[in-house]
C-alpha cells in the first residue's frame, strides 16, 4: 500500500505541477516559497512573470475533495492579507514596482484550475 507522504511532500508536488503549468503559460518563475522575515508575516508559493511584465504572486491550493467548498474556498479573507504583506515586502525591494496581481492555482481530483486575478491587494 502506497503512503500519501507528508503534508509538505504533498504541498510541494502541489507547487510542482502548478509551476509546470504556469511555465507551459509562458510564465516565468521569479521566486518560489518567499517568505518575510520575522514572525507573523506571509509567504507566497509563487512569484512569476507573465509575458506582458506583471508579476504575478500565486497561491497554490490543493484539496482530495470538493467538500467544504474546494480549495478555492480555503484562500480566506486572512490567507489573502497575509499573501498581500508578503507581497509588499517583496516589491519594496525593487527600484520601480511592476504591473501585479494575485493569482490561485486550484489543484482538485477534476484537473487543474488557474485563477487569474482572485483577489486584490484592497
Not at 502548478?18 to 512569484?47: M, S, W
Not at 527600484?95 to 490561485?104: A, G, I, K, S, W
Not at 492555482?105 to 486584490?120: C, K, S
Request: charged share 25%.
Amino acid at each position: 500500500m502506497a503512503r500519501a507522504g507528508t503534508t509538505k511532500q504533498v504541498g510541494d508536488a502541489a507547487e510542482d505541477a502548478a509551476l509546470l503549468y504556469l511555465q507551459q503559460a509562458k510564465l516565468r518563475l521569479l521566486e518560489r516559497n518567499y517568505r518575510t522575515p520575522g514572525r507573523g508575516g506571509g509567504e507566497i508559493d509563487l512569484i512569476m512573470r507573465a509575458p506582458d511584465g506583471t508579476t504575478v504572486f500565486v497561491e497554490v491550493r490543493q484539496r482530495k475533495s470538493s467538500s467544504h467548498g474546494g480549495a478555492a474556498a480555503s484562500v480566506t479573507f486572512a490567507k489573502q492579507r497575509r499573501i498581500v504583506f508578503a507581497a509588499r515586502h517583496y516589491l519594496m525591494r525593487l527600484r520601480e514596482p511592476p504591473p501585479c496581481r494575485f493569482d490561485v492555482v486550484v489543484l482538485e481530483p477534476t484537473g487543474i484550475e488557474w485563477l487569474q486575478g482572485a483577489f486584490d491587494a484592497q
